[in-house]
């Protein structure tokens, strides 16, 4: 079992960064392919961004790339999001996620892929 607590959310103007974190407890995280997940109020939930175990590929959904930088610190088990350049469409619930591998490249961009999930934080962005 895997428990994933995120942080790291909050309000920010158009323009402004965060940085949210995802602390992995439980097993070997570094066996482990994580993602970031967002949701907005009355929309599905979307891939954002993904790193594979060994952190040597990442994936990103269009509508991030080039703002958004995904990445690992296996020692401290954790995985973090950069955001910057932040538009009021970023606004949603944050979520990460990951699932147990044993390649170590392997990483995806859906969702049920995923075996674990974080309860969420909360990113607003105002304009």
């Known amino acids: 079992q895997v428990q994933l607590v995120e942080s790291g959310g909050g309000l920010v103007q158009a323009g402004g960064s965060l940085r949210l974190s995802c602390a992995a407890s439980g097993r070997t995280f570094s066996r482990y392919s994580m993602g970031w997940f967002r949701q907005a109020p009355g929309k599905e939930r979307e891939f954002v961004a993904a790193?594979?175990?060994?952190?040597?590929?990442?994936y990103y959904a269009d509508s991030v790339k080039g703002r958004f930088t995904i990445s690992r610190d296996n020692a401290k088990n954790t995985v973090y999001l950069q955001m910057n350049s932040l538009k009021p469409e970023d606004t949603a619930v944050y979520y990460c996620a990951c699932k147990e591998v044993t390649y170590a490249g392997a990483v995806a961009m859906g969702p049920s892929w995923y075996d674990y999930w974080g309860q969420g934080t909360q990113v607003t962005v105002s304009s």
């Open positions: 790193i594979s175990w060994s952190g040597g590929r990442t």
